[in-house]
């Protein structure tokens, strides 16, 4: 099993910069993608970005991409999500995902993730 803990959520204006991370125990040599999905209120969980163990490959929303930045540090066991340039409609709780697959077509859907965080949440004032 994987355990995966985040952290860095908090209350920010518009504009501003939030920095999340999380960090993942366990049988973390299982783990070869990570990721961070949101969900806002009355809303589904949806993806916001992904990497690899390598982090050579990343994905990203569009409604992120150019904002977001993720990165991975396999000696911490650590996915941060450094998220610049924050909008009101960026307010959601943020969650961290893991799993073993190495198969990329499926990488925005839910279900295919094994392992997932507790969730922070991110709050931005207009």
């Known amino acids: 099993q994987v355990q995966l803990v985040e952290s860095g959520g908090g209350l920010v204006q518009a504009g501003g910069s939030l920095r999340l991370s999380c960090a993942a125990s366990?049988?973390?040599?299982?783990?070869?993608?990570m990721g961070w999905f949101r969900q806002a209120p009355g809303k589904e969980r949806e993806f916001v970005a992904a990497?690899?163990?390598?982090?050579?490959?990343?994905y990203y929303a569009d409604s992120v991409k150019g904002r977001f930045t993720i990165s991975r540090d396999n000696a911490k066991n650590t996915v941060d999500l450094q998220m610049n340039s924050l909008k009101p409609e960026d307010t959601a709780v943020y969650y961290c995902?893991?799993?073993?697959?190495?198969?990329?077509?499926?990488?925005?859907?839910?279900?295919?993730?094994?392992?997932w965080g507790q969730g922070t949440q991110v709050t931005v004032s207009s």
């Open positions: 990497t690899s163990r390598s982090g050579g490959i990343t």
């Open positions: 995902a893991a799993d073993s697959s190495m198969i990329w077509s499926d990488y925005r859907t839910t279900s295919r993730w094994n392992y």
């Open positions: 366990g049988r973390t040599f299982s783990i070869y993608r």
